[in-house]
């Protein structure tokens, strides 16, 4: 399982880790410093032009494009590094970079380079809690994803990690007893909850919150038909809004409401979505 950020959500956080990284060079009145930012954001933003101008028209990127790009990357990253070995957002960089390329064992150890030179990076901690997910030791992902939010509270992808890490190893979490049922599910849930607040624009950190309670144990229903029925407030299309109907309806089966489901599942028009609503009906029936 990978659990990871759309693209465009980790190079917002390079940026602005690279300002931070300016600001703190301005401070201390380091030129050198300054020069090494100046030359690593040209870096960064070369990189992102890579990947806009492989964007094709369908969303999907021309992996060819991008290949070929980040190839002539590779070796100014590596000139970049050997100029400026113990400059740690270069190391960032250049890991986030090799992360997307699919190189994730070289990426992991930019990283490890970078925390070791800055402990206090949180997408650093990020990324060391993904290739530690990849490499299946989940549980050595946990404490850096934790180290993330600690790091930086505000930002709804570390919560969103976090949530997704205790709901797809739960029985492993519990089977090493490092959590009660209960507690591994209050866990879980606020941080889903926080990422989906902290990014009210976000649909997929929302639908996620939404989809937690049937991973819980014990979920409260009731709650969870407030959080569907919010989320549907925010959805546009009709096969969207539906979507939402059906989930919906299947709490309120699962309560044994099968008049309020009856009622919900009637809204449901859209014709891709008629199997799932006749599985549904099938259920009341």
Known sequence: MRLTA???????LVFLFL????????????????????????????????????????GTYDVERIQRGFQNLVREYEVFIGNNP???????????MLDRAGETRIASRMFLRANELDPNIPVVKNQLGNYMVENDRPLHALPYYLAAI??????????????NLLAEYRDEFLDREMYEPNVLDQQMAEAFRKAARLAPDEIAYA??????????????????LQVWKGLEENLRTGVERQTVLLQRANIHIIKGEHTEAEALLEGVTEQILQSNKERLLERIR
């Open 6 to 12: 759309p693209i465009y959500r980790i190079l917002s």
């Open 19 to 58: 300002a931070g990284g300016l600001l703190a060079g301005e401070e201390e009145n380091d030129e050198t410093q300054t020069l090494a930012f100046r030359n690593l954001q040209q870096l960064v933003e070369r990189e992102n032009r890579v990947l806009r101008h492989a964007r094709q028209p369908d």
């Open 86 to 96: 113990d400059y740690a957002p270069g190391y960032v960089a250049y890991g986030l």
């Open 150 to 163: 600690e790091l930086e509270p505000e930002e709804p992808l570390y919560y969103y990690q976090l949530g």
């Open 207 to 224: 639908y996620r919150y939404a989809e937690s309670f049937y991973d819980m144990d014990r979920p409260d229903w009731d709650e969870a």
